[in-house]
Structures are given as structure tokens and as C-alpha cells.
């Protein structure tokens, strides 16, 4: 059987949007990995800490894929369209603190607590030119749907927002903005922190970093 991977960020400078494995079927996820590492064994390490999504979704290592599904190699993660669920955003546009803030200004809640994550221009010494952003839209919005879900479950009242900018950024270029409004400031404060947390490690969302010596390289944020 003929099994489609898609692929992302630095992988997917490796062989292009998607790879073609040919393995007996039906094949699990470890025997997906398996078969990637045998394809890649310089990149052995990086693919141990990457996740595979079936469907869209986190898959397990014995849970069994088939050619007609959707099959995609997550490296570790670092966010036009847009998708509502509180208020989530993947879009090219900067973004606009002015404006996350209207959308959360609501008679009920007496705190809202903003974050916003900019480019910055040295990292560890090194000159940052601009950052190259890229996201797995249609899974980052469902990944950034249920960290919101599981925001108002544990904080009843609380007004979610989680917007991040995808494409070309450059030093003090906003990037991600989450936020949260709730009736008393510091369930307004533990949701936010909550929320840039979960996005920063769950969401397939990756960067690029160009730097001023013509490097460049793909950064992970390791759970």
C-alpha cells in the first residue's frame, strides 16, 4: 500500500509538501515513523520527537492508518483565513492589540489579561533578520478549538482569544496574541498564561529563523 505523508517546516525542505511510502497495509503510526526514519536516518532524532496526526488529529503509536487517510508528520511545535471558537485567528495581516481587546470587552467580566509575543531581533548572540512563519491551518485551528474548550470548562465565564500571524515577520512584529477576559482578574490571568502555554506546545505551528550570517534555522519549542 501507497501511504501519503504530508510534511512540514524543515521537513518538508527535505522532499517537498508530501512524501509517498510504500509498506504492507493496513500499517500502524509506529511502523509510519519507522519507515520515515529509514528514509531520513540523519534526521532519526528530530523525527523521535515529532508527533503524527491521523485525520487531524494526535494519533498513537499502534493506531492503525490506512491509504485513504489523511497522514501528517508534526515537528515539534513552535500560528487569510479565520475560524472563530471564542476568538481564534491564523491570518498573514498583523495583528492589532487594539483590536483583540474590543473583542473581549463584555459587561460581565471585570479583568482582561492580554499577551502578545513579538519578533525579537538576538537570540542566544546571534541577529535575527525576520522569522518565517508556518502553520498546519486546518489542525491548528481544531488544536487551538479544544485548548478553548478546556479554558471555559475549567474557568466558567471566561472569554478565550488566540490569534497568531503566519508568513514573513520581522523584529517587534506581533506574532501571537492570546488572551482572556473573565469576571475577576486572576482567573483572567491563569486563563491567558494557559492559553500562550498550550498553543506554544500543541498547536502545529512553526518558525523559521533567518539570521544576519545567511544561517537559518527551524525552531522547535519542546514540551
Known sequence: MTFTVQLFAGFAELSGPTVSLDLPGPATVREIRRALKALWPDRAEDLEHSLIAVNQAYA???????????????????????????????????????????????????????????????????????????????????????????VCRQWPGTLPLQWHRVGRLYPTDIAVICAAAAPHRQTAFDAARTLIERLKKEVPIWKKEIYADGDAVWQANRP
Do not use: H, K
Not at 485567528?89 to 479583568?111: K, M
Not at 499577551?115 to 485551528?141: H, K, N
Open 60 to 150: 498513537a503509536e499502534d493506531q492503525e492508518v490506512s491509504e485513504t487517510d489523511e497522514i501528517a508528520l508534526i515537528p515539534p511545535v513552535g500560528g487569510g483565513s479565520t475560524e472563530d471558537f471564542g476568538s481564534i485567528l491564523i491570518t498573514e495581516d498583523p495583528l492589532d492589540v487594539g483590536q483583540a481587546y474590543q473583542e473581549l470587552v463584555d459587561a460581565r467580566c471585570g479583568g482582561i489579561v492580554l499577551f502578545t509575543g513579538t519578533v525579537r531581533e538576538w537570540t542566544s548572540g546571534r541577529q535575527t533578520v525576520y522569522l518565517e512563519y508556518e502553520a498546519y491551518r486546518d489542525m491548528a485551528i481544531r488544536q487551538m478549538q479544544a485548548i478553548a474548550r478546556d
